[in-house]
């Protein structure tokens, strides 16, 4: 299993997609990028990240895509929330305080 198939169960997998209604997942070596549904943070994006010390960092941001087809620009995004040294069992917590959906 890869680290963002990993990252993906710890969350909940399949049901956790179902449930929240996050979609458009984008697997990197050591991190997901999903696409989030409306929810009370106003957050879009959530990024999770393995770093080196075996832990997860966790980042809610919201993206405003340019309009037109213009390029990807980092000064769109605007971040909510981020929490660092998080351990597996701890990332469908957070998930749930930050943007008040249940994963269950």
């Known amino acids: ?3 963002p198939e990993t990252i993906l169960q ?3 997998g ?3 997609l179902a449930v929240t209604g996050a979609h458009h997942l984008i697997k990197y070596e ?3 990028l ?3 549904t409306q929810n009370r943070s106003k957050a879009n994006s959530l ?5 080196d010390d075996g832990l997860y960092r966790m ?3 919201r993206y405003i895509a340019p309009r037109f087809g213009k390029n990807y620009t980092p000064e769109k ?3 909510i929330e981020q929490f660092e040294g998080l351990r597996g069992d701890q990332l469908r917590e957070i998930y749930e305080r930050v943007t008040g959906q249940r994963t269950k």
């Open 59 to 61: 980042r809610f941001y």
């Open 14 to 16: 399949d049901h956790f």
């Open 47 to 51: 990024e999770i990240i393995l770093t």
């Open 1 to 3: 299993m890869t680290i």
């Open 10 to 12: 710890q969350l909940g």
């Open 30 to 32: 050591n991190k997901i």
């Open 34 to 36: 999903m696409t989030l």
């Open 77 to 79: 995004e605007v971040e």
